[in-house]
């Protein structure tokens, strides 16, 4: 089955600071989204992005799905951005959501 | 518009003992999943069901079974728990084709 990696597993920042998480998967996909689950473990919807590029104030998102990779770019980081961040993807000709490995974000204020 | 709902919240059961988790969707959604998150971990895919009727397994589908008797609802069943299965169980729903997934705020399952 297709594989989801996320780098970097984990990510300490200064309040204010910019960070770029990445996912990569082995398979052409034909969904792809990102969450952040936040401390109380509820999972958030980000972005849902396929392909292309999307912005949502301080957070955007930019996936190249020839190269099989996906971007979530945070800046002006804040307290609030801490938890954990997942891309799930799904499969050409499958219906299958598989979720990546996560990266774990704590910001210091 | 609930979204996606799940029952119950939090359970606590005693090894051997058997329960169903519900979720339930009010968005004619045709595709829905079960998830199941341990800690420090991410989710991992243990039955989905792309319509009523149907149903399909996922990475870790033992000791689990599921229904999809009618479209909104896809319940899963435990029949013999174990402590293996403490986790957290999230549900998920998506319409047709290429589009995004709804989840639900997942269940507490401890198995003592």
């Known amino acids: 089955g297709i594989q989801v990696e996320q780098s970097p597993p984990d990510l300490i920042l200064q309040e204010g600071a910019n960070s770029t998480l990445r996912c990569n998967f082995s398979d052409s996909v034909n969904n792809l989204q990102w969450f952040h689950q936040n401390p109380w473990g509820q999972l958030i919807n980000l972005f849902y992005i396929p392909s292309g590029t999307k912005q949502n104030g301080r957070l955007s998102a930019t996936t190249v799905a020839t190269e099989r990779y996906s971007l979530l770019y945070i800046s002006s980081s804040q307290t609030t951005d801490s938890g954990v961040y997942f891309c799930?993807?799904?499969?050409?000709?499958?219906?299958?959501?598989?979720f990546g490995t996560g990266t774990r974000l704590k910001v210091l204020a | 518009n609930a979204g996606v709902t799940q029952t119950p919240k939090f359970r606590v059961l005693k090894t051997g003992q058997s329960m169903t988790l519900l979720c339930a969707q009010d968005m004619n959604h045709e595709y829905m999943y079960w998830y199941r998150q341990d800690p420090g971990m991410g989710l991992r895919l243990i039955h989905y069901?792309?319509?009523?009727?149907?149903?399909a397994k996922g990475e870790v589908p033992d000791g689990y079974n599921v229904s999809r008797l009618k479209k909104q609802n896809f319940l899963l069943g435990l029949e013999s728990a174990a402590p293996s299965q403490t986790s957290v169980y999230f549900c998920?729903?998506?319409?047709?084709?290429?589009?995004?997934?709804?989840f639900g705020q997942g269940t507490r399952l401890t198995v003592v």
């Open positions: 998920a729903s998506r319409l047709v084709g290429d589009t995004e997934a709804f």
């Open positions: 799930a993807v799904c499969t050409s000709g499958t219906y299958k959501y598989i």
């Open positions: 069901s792309v319509g009523e009727g149907t149903t």
